[in-house]
């Protein structure tokens, strides 16, 4: 069957080519970037207009804001109409979310970003709109994992929206901004020799970028069996998208931050009055505090013998098994003995109670199910039961696969576009990172290397490890040139580079007015100072494209 038959089908399409309608949409748009850069006295022929990619890093709110001032600033440099893909991790993906809510938003740039800031800056979602949320999540799907806890409970409070559009309503074919792709990372790829974490999701496809496995975006998340649809499942919503995209929390170490939010949701709910269900209540409740207690270092024998009371009395009968309670005691002195103490506690106490009907707390249990076992972004394999030796065999045996935030693994998004289908010539890359300014551009050439995937050499002078510039431009022999810039540097915040990364930190509260205006000035200086800068570095590409 062909690549556009197996399209048309809904089937899963394995091969290393463009979906027909992003090869499409590249016809289109080169003919807008050949015409930005006839504006700018960059001549060239139709055919070898150069391709480029703008790529945005995670690093939370930060990203966010700062990505939407570097789009403006290159809006006005005349730029924006050069790019051809836009891709982002994490943070950038929450922006990417926004800005494409409105069609053909490259066109209308300032009223798209003054209506978002206005937002950001704004009252956040009520407790009651996010936990209703939450709800029509866990109602609503066959997999339930903290990624939906994540977007109802989280990514509501910092975008202060919810959006239940899809990727692929929101998209024209004829739209005039850049081809976005969002990104994300197959969580057990990441842990298996030979594997292929480097996941994608663009208006069209969603897929392994390295396999060339792919399924259409409307249909991830529905079951699959041997490449063919066999179980419908609704479009992932936006909002879902963009928790998928950037959990950068689903580090182990976050655990007290988001058992603290599932405590804030679950108070949120009125207290049942009639029995055993208010048993049940306080039973998940007390176990939610236990976990809290244990991860602050506090002695929680008097939550635990409040569970044991009333797993083990008579509160609650007609159980089908008896809960057998771990007889060793709790050491809280040794850490990773008490988190593997308490994620075996809480294993235990869910299946138990799975036994029951707890009415309108199933959520709660699967909550805390979700919790011991660590599920983020559980869906449906849609390659599963499929044979093709091109595919790591482990993709094919799983019927279901988890998948997080890339950032956790390499904090750019460099996999998606440098397939070799998408041709790349020039990669923008805006570093949001937190800590090391370099980490992402470097990890990226050491994984492409072992890929033998063409990347230009990355060399930082010493000097500037701790004092980051403004710009900095990678080439290669037959490599795309790769222009990296960090946010925070010696340009924009002259000596206090560390002063300004203290203060903007990933994991904080929502910024303040205030303290996205100043993100936003920061970063768009890193766009305004350089405009000279980019246009010979296009130019540059155009003549090397033109003389290969």
């Not at 309670?325 to 075996?344: H, S, V």
Request: proline fraction near 4%; glycine fraction near 6%; include cysteine.
């Amino acid at each position: 069957m062909s690549a556009s038959k197996l399209q048309e089908s809904g089937d899963v399409r394995i091969a290393h080519s463009l979906h027909t309608k992003e090869e499409e949409f590249v016809v289109k748009r080169r003919e807008i970037v050949f015409q930005s850069l006839q504006k700018h006295e960059i001549h060239c022929s139709q055919n070898k207009v150069p391709h480029i990619a703008l790529l945005s890093s995670g690093g939370g709110q930060r990203a966010t804001v700062g990505l939407l001032e570097c789009l403006v600033q290159l809006d006005k440099a005349g730029l924006l109409d050069c790019i051809l893909y836009l891709s982002g991790v994490s943070g950038s993906t929450w922006c990417m979310a926004s800005l494409y809510q409105e069609p053909d938003w490259s066109t209308k740039l300032e009223t798209v970003k003054d209506n978002i800031i206005k937002r950001l800056s704004g009252p956040g979602v009520s407790w009651g709109d996010a936990f209703a949320k939450l709800k029509k999540y866990y109602n609503g799907k066959d997999f339930f994992s903290l990624t939906d806890i994540w977007a109802a409970i989280v990514v509501t409070t910092y975008m202060k929206e919810i959006d239940e559009h899809t990727l692929t309503d929101k998209w024209s074919q004829l739209g005039k901004d850049p081809f976005p792709i969002y990104t994300a990372t197959d969580k057990q790829s990441k842990q298996e020799e030979g594997g292929d974490p480097w996941f994608e999701i663009s208006p069209h496809e969603a897929g392994y970028s390295l396999s060339g496995a792919f399924v259409e975006t409307s249909n991830f998340g529905s079951q699959f069996d041997n490449g063919s649809k066999k179980k419908h499942q609704a479009e992932i919503d936006m909002l879902y998208l963009q928790a998928l995209c950037g959990s950068a929390l689903a580090g182990e170490d976050s655990k007290e931050f988001i058992w603290g939010k599932i405590q804030g949701a679950a108070a949120f709910e009125d207290n049942p009055n009639s029995p055993p269900v208010e048993k049940w209540y306080q039973v998940l409740m007390d176990l939610v505090d236990m976990n809290l207690c244990v991860l602050n270092v506090k002695d929680p024998s008097a939550l635990d013998q409040s569970i044991r009371t009333m797993l083990n009395g008579k509160n609650l009968a007609g159980g089908k098994s008896q809960l057998i309670f771990p007889t060793q005691k709790l050491n809280l002195a040794d850490k990773e003995a008490a988190k593997l103490y308490m994620k075996q506690y809480t294993e235990d106490v869910c299946n138990y109670l799975s036994q029951f009907s707890l009415g309108p707390f199933d959520i709660f249990l699967s909550i805390c199910r979700c919790m011991a076992l660590w599920i983020w972004g559980r869906n449906y394999n849609f390659l599963h039961n499929m044979t093709d030796e091109s595919v790591p065999s482990a993709l094919l045996r799983s019927e279901t696969r988890d998948f997080e935030d890339a950032g956790l693994l390499l904090n750019s998004p460099y996999f998606s576009v440098l397939r070799k289908e998408r041709d790349i010539d020039l990669i923008i890359s805006l570093d949001f990172s937190e800590g090391d300014p370099f980490m992402t551009v470097r990890e990226a050439a050491d994984r492409f290397k072992k890929l033998n995937i063409s990347f230009p050499e990355v060399n930082i002078p010493s000097e500037d490890l701790e004092k980051p510039k403004d710009f900095y431009v990678f080439k290669g022999q037959n490599a795309p040139t790769v222009i990296h810039i960090p946010l925070f540097n010696v340009v924009n915040c002259g000596d206090e580079v560390e002063a300004w990364r203290n203060k903007y930190r990933t994991f904080q509260g929502p910024y303040s007015a205030e303290k996205i205006t100043e993100v936003m000035e920061v970063a768009g200086k890193n766009i305004s100072n350089n405009r000279e800068k980019l246009k010979e570095q296009i130019a540059a590409v155009v003549g090397k494209k033109a003389h290969n």
